[in-house]
């Protein structure tokens, strides 16, 4: 009807202003002037199928694009023979619905049309959810970049399930959605639960669009999948409308820094994180009317401590039980801390979680990045309750996170075991390459180079490489060697920091150390204080508080073999690291592909320490790829899902 092109015009022309207004291109993108060298690309035909009209976003090739506004409503007069087609087509759909297929290439995800401009117009005007296209597949080459490695992905997903609709910003999302379901990528999906994902997504999608989920850092996938984590498949698929509705809402702070640039806000000292005048107004006026609980012997601030594993099993679990009894002996029965351990299920950790807010925790601690799903749920159920998780660089905005800079101590053991070593060479024993990890390698390596400007560092992955790498490192006439960190008391083997081990005989020199109890004293003064819930008032971001030798919670103990020469050596590193006179990551700095940019400040950002994925040129190895590691992090850290520490 004539009628109707009226008013898809004046969407069109409503459209076309706004992206006049901001900047932007008003009519319909074409795919050969947005992407160069796009005739060259590879191409493979996938057939006739319904595909989702959202995707639809532009034209194959430039053309009759101006008559379009870039949200497909047409632009053109209404007398003319392009509105009388558009109109005849409109009354089709209407009264038969359109049937023929369009033709439409696909890149990256998104559709380009290259015949049935209009029918795509008419379609997304009536607000149909699908269109049946004929559909050709350009492939992009493999240049390695995070959005193709996504997109490769995507379809190895789209082959097992045939689905289009869900779209991801980060990298292995597929694969968590596929370990949801009990599928993965590799072969065909059940078809129950294929339709139960379609069902699923398309109420969510829903939602999201009535509330102005476009508007998001976040693709709807990012936020479903966050959903599914929080709430559960089964609610999408069986809780009313009204009730889902209330959880989007609940998440919907969570979907705004889930994916988002500079959602995280490190905290790198105690007293770093600034409160404004409004929240320290707000904090006074709670502690006048005593609406701040005071905390005393008879009413303890009770600290809930969760671990995924037992102390006897995990030397990373004993450190911080360490560091729980310090922190309870030293405010003598105002801080009272209760330990749940074991937590290897969603379901231990959800019940442990239930527990602590029912007994109305003043603060939660859940000590592994595989608590973090089952703490950003109890996050959400409980607004009020205090959680943090131990990890880092997680854009989590319900749960805050802390981790130590860890990079710090491993520079001065690099130093230390350079200064010992007559050969030039020194080994490293590492587990996962996930976020931190690089950062301590490198690290070790840049503080051996300083001392030893020809030191090579020889790194081994002991949980992924299989056999004995100390073994593998000792026969290569290694001895001074970089081990775990930690210890359980039921370890008789005692390698751990730096040893030197030669003819059967191990000898013990130093060893990182994580001053937990510190840490934890530091953080309930900030609760005790008011200083932690008043900085929750003035950011919107994942605070995460990454704290070093300047804070007093990361250092290294020194066998009494050392005489004075070493002890002052180690004193000065420590003193100009605790004083940032010194930076470990301060340029010039070299990779092993060559130089690092490091800013105009000379130096590498804490968040580009955190993310890095490279290593010095002066060590021996290389960061596995993420397949080799895979499931051998899910079996022995249970690293998964949304709240995980994120693998390189």
Partial sequence: ???????????????????????????????????????????????????????????????????????????LPDRSEFALKWSTLYD???TDGIRDPVKVYEFMNYFYVLEGNKR?????????????????????????????????????????????????????????????????????????????????????????????GERLPCTFGDAFLLYLKVFSLQSLLQDSRATVNGNVDRLWREFRTETAEKSVELVEEPDSVRIGPAAAQVNTIK????????????????????????????????????????????????VETITFDGLSTPEKADHALEAAAADEAGLILSTSPALMDASRR??????????????????????????????????LMGALAASLSEDHMLGYLADYPIYGNIANINAFALGASMVDPACKVRLMWQTLEGGDCLKELQEMGIRFISGTDMITPSDNKRR??????????????????????????????????GSYDAAAARTGRALNYWWGMDAGVVDIILSDQFGAPTHRLMDLLRRNIKERS???????????????????????????????????????????EASAFKKSVRETVQVSGVGETRAL
């Fill in 1 to 75: 009807m004539q009628e109707d092109y009226l008013k898809a015009r004046k969407m069109g022309e409503r459209h076309y202003r706004r992206q006049v207004m901001a900047g932007r291109y008003p009519f319909l993108p074409a795919l050969e002037d947005m992407v160069e060298g796009i005739g060259r690309m590879k191409e493979e035909y996938v057939g006739i199928t319904e595909i989702p009209l959202s995707m639809v976003v532009g034209t194959r090739t430039a053309g009759r694009q101006n008559a379009f506004a870039a949200n497909f409503m047409p632009l």
């Fill in 120 to 212: 795509v117009s008419v379609l997304k005007y009536v607000g149909a959810p699908l269109v049946a296209a004929d559909v050709t597949r350009i492939l992009p080459p493999d240049d390695g970049s995070p959005a193709v490695r996504i997109y490769h992905e995507f379809l190895r997903f789209h082959e097992a399930t045939g689905i289009y609709a869900v779209t991801f910003s980060r990298e292995g999302s597929y694969q968590q959605l596929a370990d949801y379901f009990g599928e993965d990528l590799d072969k065909e999906w059940q078809t129950e639960h294929t339709d139960e994902l379609r069902a699923a997504f398309d109420l969510f999608q829903e939602v999201m669009h009535a509330k102005g």
């Fill in 287 to 334: 502690s006048i009317l005593n609406l701040q609980p005071v905390y005393s012997r008879d009413n303890p601030l009770r600290v809930y401590f969760l671990h995924d594993r037992t102390a006897d099993q995990s030397s990373w679990i004993y450190g911080h039980e360490l560091g729980r009894q310090e922190l309870e002996d030293h405010f003598g029965g105002i």
């Fill in 582 to 624: 010194f930076m470990p990551f301060s340029g010039p700095l070299f990779s092993q592909n060559g130089e690092v940019p490091t800013g105009e400040k000379g130096r590498l950002t804490q968040q580009e320490i955190i993310t890095m994925d490279w290593l010095c040129e002066n060590v021996i190895g290389e960061i596995p």
């Fill in 496 to 529: 751990y920091g730096l040893f030197k081990e030669e003819k059967g005989e191990l000898t013990r020199l130093a060893m990182p150390v994580n001053r937990w109890g510190r840490y934890y004293t530091l953080l309930v003064r900030k609760i005790l204080d």
């Fill in 92 to 94: 089709a759909q209407v």
């Fill in 378 to 411: 109890a996050a959400i159920r409980h607004p009020g309750l205090r959680i943090m998780n131990c990890s880092i660089n997680l854009s989590v905005n319900s749960v805050r996170t802390y981790y130590t800079r860890m990079y710090e101590a491993k520079f």
